[in-house]
Structures are given as C-alpha cells and as structure tokens.
C-alpha cells in the first residue's frame, strides 16, 4: 500500500483515497470549478465551531499565495487572531492584510487603517 502525507494534518494517508482519513483534506487535485467552491464553502466555514479549520486554512491559504484578495484578507484574520496550531502574528495578519488592500478589497484597506490607529 502507498502512503502520502496530508499537507493539512501532517498523517499519512492511503494514496488512493480522495480524503484525508483524519483530517478530510482534499488530497486529489481540484478541478477549477470544484477549487472555486472549495474555496467559497472554506471561506464560509473557517470559524465554524462545526468546520475543519486546517483543511478550510490550507485551502485559504494556497487561494491567497494566488492572489485572492478575499481569501489573503481572510488568512489575515487568522493570523491576527491565531486560531488552533496557527499562532497570533500581527506581522503576517498586516501583512496579508496589505496583499489584500492592494488587490482592491476594501475591507482589509479599514482593517489596515484600524491597526494605525492602535
């Protein structure tokens, strides 16, 4: 049997299955249309007391490096805040809070101007 390990949890996993056992990370590649709306349920879900924080968190976090504006100034609440294994860093949430002002979306830009006034 061959094994991978899940970006999200760090197991390993049967390399044929879909899902992470452990975690429920996606370990097949998305299609565009399924990455869009993994990434829309994610965004939805990732404070969800109900939701799977590293798995929606991995899924925010490759759609930021690729420029997603909503999902950098997500990842910027994360960060911010800290949120199970991610700890508190204002540097990173200002950070990709910045990317995200920068991509023209206007709620990281008050964010950022809330963290001048602090």
Not at 42 to 52: T, W
Request: with cysteine; proline share 6%; charged share 30%.
């Amino acid at each position: 049997m061959k094994y991978v390990k899940c970006p999200c949890c760090g197991k390993k996993a049967d390399k044929t299955e879909e899902n992470c056992p452990f975690c429920l990370f996606r370990l097949t590649p998305f299609t565009p249309e399924e990455e869009e709306s993994a990434l829309k349920s994610a965004l939805k879900h990732i404070f969800s007391p109900m939701g799977y924080f590293m798995a929606d968190f991995t899924i925010i976090r490759a759609a930021a490096k690729k420029g997603n504006a909503e999902a950098q100034c997500r990842l910027g609440d994360v960060y911010l805040h800290g949120f199970e294994h991610i700890p508190q860093s204002r540097r990173k949430a200002k950070m990709w809070y910045k990317k995200s002002a920068a991509n023209g979306y206007a709620p990281a830009a008050e964010i950022l101007k809330r963290f001048k006034e602090l």
